[in-house]
């Protein structure tokens, strides 16, 4: 359904276990930052009235998913650490081209939002059938069904803005070489990593 190219691993759930807090640090900031992408989407493209509703829907519910985390993190007698730098996300916006118009742009950044959306999908789908902590693996499974609806709602409007043609194309492309990307992750306990 995703239309991922390359699974994870499923032996990175073993390195997530090693270390529970460090995932839920990194997912908490996971959400803070889907959070932010709907608001920057409001900010930059405010005439698309259709995708304004969803994205203050959207932050609305990212910054829930934030609290969520979070209040998992303080029950577990522990504090919310740094952010740390997200070398998938990183890797994944080098590759469109910077500029073009601002349909492009927008396309762009929602093709973006769509592919992070279906990989962490696609990572809560992992844990909810692998961890050993039940109460946890119900969790990310409760997770993983609003991430695939995010995913789907991105990709829409990016084929409902742009030429749906020409975004299939870059969304097959993208797909391809976010594969590239994750033969040299999936090592860390991080959402993405």
Not at 141 to 161: C, D, N, P, V, W
Request: glycine residues 6%; contains cysteine; proline residues 2%.
């Amino acid at each position: 359904m995703l239309g991922l190219k390359l699974p994870t691993d499923p032996r990175w759930v073993n390195i997530v276990e090693k270390n529970i807090d460090e995932i839920l640090t990194d997912h908490a900031y996971c959400e803070q930052k889907a959070a932010s992408t709907a608001i920057s989407l409001i900010v930059s493209f405010p005439e698309y009235t259709d995708l304004v509703q969803e994205m203050v829907a959207l932050a609305r519910e990212e910054m829930g998913h934030f609290k969520m985390v979070h209040d998992r993190i303080l029950e577990r007698g522990e504090i919310l650490g740094r952010d740390r730098k997200d070398d998938y996300v990183i890797a994944l916006m080098k590759f469109f081209p910077k500029g073009g118009s601002r349909t492009t742009q927008l396309v762009h950044r929602l093709l973006y939002a769509a592919l992070i959306e279906a990989r962490s999908c696609e990572r809560f789908r992992l844990l909810s059938e692998e961890l050993e902590d039940k109460e946890l693996a119900e969790f990310y499974h409760k997770l993983m069904i609003s991430e695939a609806g995010h995913y789907t709602m991105f990709l829409k409007f990016a084929r409902q803005y742009g030429d749906r043609k020409e975004v299939d194309e870059k969304w097959e492309a993208l797909l391809t070489y976010e594969a590239e990307i994750m033969k040299d992750l999936g090592n860390k306990e991080t959402v993405h990593g």
